[in-house]
C-alpha cells in the first residue's frame, strides 16, 4: 500500500482540498506554493499514469479540472499549472500549482516553508470553493 493510499484512505493526515469515492486531492507537504495540490485515484496505486484504464484517466482529469478551478478561485494566482511526474511516490498523481510565472512551475528550485495553520486554511478555502462547483 502506498503513502497516498494511506492518505486517501485517512490512516496518515493530510489536508484535504477535494474528495469523491474515486479520487482525492490534498496539499502537497513540500509546495512549490502555497495551494500546491495533489491529485490521485483512490483505488489505483499504479505509478505510471498512461497505465490507468480509460474510464479512470478520463475521470481522474476530470477530478482535477474541477480541483484547479478551486484553487483558482481560493489562492491568488495568475494560473493553475499541471505536472505529471510519478518519480517520488509510485502512485499516480497530478501536481496542481497555483503560478504567477512559468518558473513557479520548476521542481529544483528552493521550497516555501508554509506554516501548518496556513496550509489548513488553504485547503479549508479550496474545499469551500470545490464545494461550490
Not at 28 to 54: C, M, Q, R, S
Not at 95 to 119: N, S, W, Y
Amino acid at each position: 500500500m502506498t503513502i497516498f493510499t494511506k492518505i486517501a484512505k485517512g490512516e496518515i493526515p493530510s489536508w484535504k482540498v477535494a474528495e469523491n469515492d474515486s479520487f482525492y486531492a490534498f496539499l502537497d507537504i513540500n509546495p512549490l506554493a502555497p495551494g500546491h495540490t495533489l491529485v490521485i485515484p483512490k483505488n489505483v496505486e499504479d505509478d505510471y499514469i498512461f497505465h490507468l484504464d480509460e474510464e479512470t484517466y478520463a475521470g481522474l482529469w476530470a477530478f482535477a479540472r474541477k480541483v484547479a478551478l478551486a484553487i483558482k478561485a481560493a489562492v491568488p494566482c495568475k494560473r493553475v499549472g499541471v505536472a505529471v511526474l510519478g518519480m517520488e511516490v509510485p502512485h499516480t498523481h497530478i501536481h496542481l500549482v497555483p503560478l504567477q510565472t512559468e518558473g513557479d512551475l520548476d521542481f529544483r528550485k528552493e521550497h516555501p516553508v508554509i506554516a501548518p495553520e496556513r496550509q489548513a486554511a488553504i485547503a479549508a478555502a479550496i474545499l469551500a470553493e470545490y464545494e461550490k462547483l
